[in-house]
Nanobody, 125 residues
């Protein structure tokens, strides 16, 4: 499974940006896709995840109410709509996928088998 992420770039605080990630295939019907991010000097952190099969989704507390993850199951593609961006959202965003995760593992980076290349989001004031 290959993941291709796109959509990062520079943006000003308060603005919006949408990331996309397409999977070359699903390894299982219950394929989970999501996003992690890593800011300079910080550990990688969970952002959001969604089930391609039923649309169940989870978010990190830091992005709830501002970010929305959605999917196009037919295209094996997920989107991360990021609104009201803050300086602290600056990070490299990584698309992830896995076919066997239980929901309690969605926020654990070590649980994902598939990682896309990172896409940099830079929020400036």
């Amino acid at each position: 499974v290959q993941l291709q992420a796109s959509g990062g770039g520079p943006v000003q605080a308060g603005e919006s940006l949408r990331l996309s990630c397409a999977a070359s295939q699903r390894s299982t019907r219950r394929f989970i896709m999501g996003w992690f991010r890593q800011a300079p000097g910080k550990e990688r952190e969970f952002v959001a995840a969604i089930s391609l099969s039923d649309g169940t989704r989870d978010y990190a507390d830091s992005v709830k109410g501002r970010f929305t993850i959605s999917r196009d199951s037919a295209k094996n593609t997920v989107y991360l709509q990021m609104n009201s961006l803050k300086l602290e959202d600056t990070a490299v965003y990584y698309c992830v996928g896995d076919g066997t995760l239980i929901r309690s593992s969605w926020s654990k980076s070590a649980a994902y088998d598939y990682w896309g290349q990172g896409t940099l989001v830079t929020v400036s004031s």
